[in-house]
Structure formats: C-alpha cells, structure tokens
T-cell receptor
Framework: DAKTTQPPSMDCAEGRAANLPCNHSTISGNEYVYWYRQIHSQGPQYIIH???NNETNEMASLIITEDRKSSTLILPHATLRDTAVYYC????????????FGKGTLLTVNP | GAVVSQHPSWVICKSGTSVKIECRSL??????MFWYRQFPKQSLMLMATSNEGSKATYEQGVEKDKFLINHASLTLSTLTVTSAHPEDSSFYIC???????????FGPGTRLTVT
C-alpha cells in the first residue's frame, strides 16, 4: 500500500463542513483511496472509496486530485457524532486487500 | 451495510489462561477475514489474515502458536489467545471481506484484559 499522510488533528464547528486532507503522492495506478473512521472504542466504519473520479454517498464526498496525489474527505454538515479518528488508506483491493492503518486524523466537532 | 459481530465484547481473564474471540459475518459470506490489535492511543495493527478452509497468514512478529486462528466456515473465524499475559491486554478487532462486492467490514471489537 502507498504511504498516506494526514494531519494528526483537526477541529470543526457543528453544522459546518469538515474537510479532511490526505496526501498519497506515491499511489500507484491500481490503488484506490479508502476512508474509514473509528469512533472511540468501536471498530472502524467504512465511509467511502474512489479511484479517479470524485465520489459521493450518504455519508461524505471524496475529492481526488487529477494527479491522484492527494484527496479530501468532506463531511458536508458535521455533527458531534462525527467526532472520530479518520483514516485514509491506499489499497489495490482484490486479492491484496490487507488494509494498513496509519495514525489518522482526530476530528473533533465542537458545539 | 453488512454486519460483522464479535463475541464477547469484553473479557477479563487470568494470566496463563486462554481466551477465544469469535468473529461472524451476519449477512454475507466472507472467504477472508482479518484480525487486528489496537493498543491504547495507537492505530490498528494487522495480526493475521484468515482464509476459509486454509491456514491463516500471520504478519511479521505475530506468534502463530500464541494467537490461534480458525476459519472453519464462510461466516465464522475465531482467534484464541493462548497462555495470555498482561501484555496481551488490548482491543482486538476483526474484519470480514465481502468478496461479492470487494468491500471490508469491521466488527465492534473485543476488549481483552489479562490480570
């Protein structure tokens, strides 16, 4: 898996958009960008993933730069329950589906 | 989304005893399951990959004789911590890969405390 770099922590006001950056400058062409989050003392929760195109689902949007060297996870209207550690992972999927978790970003949503 | 359960959610055992943790995929078949360990304020560390009907593949530094993994069916994998020591106290998390849609889902974790 390509190495990913994320800021250790971020703050966001409740109701505002949270934009979480991730750098993956060495990502290879067949590696997807996955985002998971982990709320304290729980298992990780899948959020979204993408390869080249921007993706959106009911939880978040994923914006991937054209050169694929970085991406941004957007939570459009953050709530207090979105406070968690967010992990950005590059993985090629398929038979090599071992996810390597870095330190992630602790997002704190403030009232 | 798909559901993965773990049992027990927490367990306390005495040093020297063994403890078994179950991981089940409730609404899909998982040919591959993964076991992670997470120490306080640290990230998840992959311990082993469990494939149904075959031996597990352990990550470097993980003792296969201490952490026994069995994946006897497409919906169940078990991790047995043998001769547990206080340093084995950790949060153990499993995940299961839904090969039908190539996504991975995580269980809620099991908190093991060895006294």
């Amino acid at each position: 898996d390509a190495k990913t770099t994320q800021p250790p922590s971020m703050d966001c006001a409740e109701g505002r958009a949270a934009n979480l950056p991730c750098n993956h400058s060495t990502i290879s062409g067949n590696e997807y960008v996955y985002w998971y989050r982990q709320i304290h003392s729980q298992g990780p929760q899948y959020i979204i993933h993408g390869l080249k195109n921007n993706e959106t689902n009911e939880m978040a949007s994923l914006i991937i730069t054209e050169d694929r060297k970085s991406s941004t996870l957007i939570l459009p209207h953050a709530t207090l329950r979105d406070t968690a550690v967010y992990y950005c992972i590059a993985n090629s999927g398929g038979s090599n589906y071992k996810l390597t978790f870095g330190k992630g970003t602790l997002l704190t949503v403030n009232p | 989304g798909a559901v993965v359960s773990q049992h027990p959610s927490w367990v306390i055992c005495k040093s020297g005893t063994s403890v078994k943790i179950e991981c089940r995929s409730l609404d899909f078949q998982a040919t591959t399951m993964f076991w992670y360990r997470q120490f306080p304020k640290q990230s998840l560390m992959l311990m082993a990959t469990s494939n149904e009907g075959s031996k597990a593949t352990y990550e470097q530094g993980v003792e296969k004789d201490k952490f026994l993994i069995n994946h006897a069916s497409l919906t169940l994998s078990t991790l047995t911590v043998t001769s547990a020591h206080p340093e084995d106290s950790s949060f153990y998390i499993c995940s299961a890969r839904d090969s039908g849609i190539d996504e991975q889902y995580f269980g809620p974790g099991t908190r093991l405390t060895v006294t």
